[in-house]
């Protein structure tokens, strides 16, 4: 199983609020009911019940102890390093005509009047 799908399954399980469980993780709402799908595709039983207020399932209860403990044995996520901001300012290589049509109007183009 996906440990970034047990992290997410752990958070919503532990508030039981879907809206709160993605403002914990960070994420969009979508992308965490598309994550509790896939995970409950793999497993082949719904995890939570929805009608009302969020419930854990019994398969769901299960799989909670060990998602639990899958999260606990894997390594600690890595986190991007920090990019500075700034650096080199490039060339704007600009929209310039020939030197034979300057002066002349660009085809297909209305001259804005002024």
Do not use: C, W
């Amino acid at each position: 199983m996906n440990i970034i799908l047990l992290r997410r399954f752990v958070a919503v399980a532990e508030e039981l609020h879907f809206p709160r469980a993605a403002d914990a993780l960070g994420i969009p709402l979508a992308s965490l009911y598309s994550s509790i799908e896939k995970l409950e595709a793999e497993v082949g039983h719904p995890l939570f019940t929805r009608q009302g207020e969020t419930q854990l399932t019994k398969v769901g209860v299960l799989l909670l102890d060990e998602a639990r403990a899958e999260i606990a044995a894997a390594p600690a996520p890595v986190e991007k390093p920090v990019v500075k901001a700034g650096g080199k300012a490039k060339a704007s290589k600009g929209k310039g005509r020939a030197p034979i049509v300057k002066g002349k109007p660009k085809p297909y183009k209305k001259r804005q009047g002024r």
